[in-house]
Nanobody
């Protein structure tokens, strides 16, 4: 079992920055691909970023590439999403996920979400 808890969300002005954290508890965190997803009101959940178990490969949605950076610290059982140059369209609930499958679809565990609101 893996439990995930996101933190770091909040209200920020356009152009600002936030760093989200996802703390994992349970077994064998370092074996999991970790991902960030987001869901805006009235929209489907969308993939944002993923990082493989060894941190050697990262993947990003085109909409966030160059602005958002995913990283992980396996020693701390934590994954991060550094968000820079935020835009109002980044406003969403952000979810952390863990899984052993494909980096876009292979997630079995999800956090409760943290709200990110970007004002214009």
């Amino acid at each position: 079992q893996v439990q995930l808890v996101e933190s770091g969300g909040g209200l920020v002005q356009a152009g600002g920055s936030l760093r989200l954290s996802c703390a994992a508890s349970g077994r064998t965190f370092s074996s999991y691909t970790m991902g960030w997803f987001r869901q805006a009101p009235g929209k489907e959940r969308e993939f944002v970023a993923a990082i493989l178990w060894n941190g050697g490969y990262t993947y990003y949605a085109d909409s966030v590439k160059g602005r958002l950076t995913i990283s992980r610290d396996n020693a701390k059982n934590t994954v991060y999403l550094q968000m820079n140059s935020l835009k109002p369209e980044d406003t969403a609930v952000y979810y952390c996920a863990a899984g052993l499958g494909h980096y876009r679809h292979g997630y079995d565990y999800w956090g409760q979400g943290t709200q990110v609101t970007v004002s214009s």
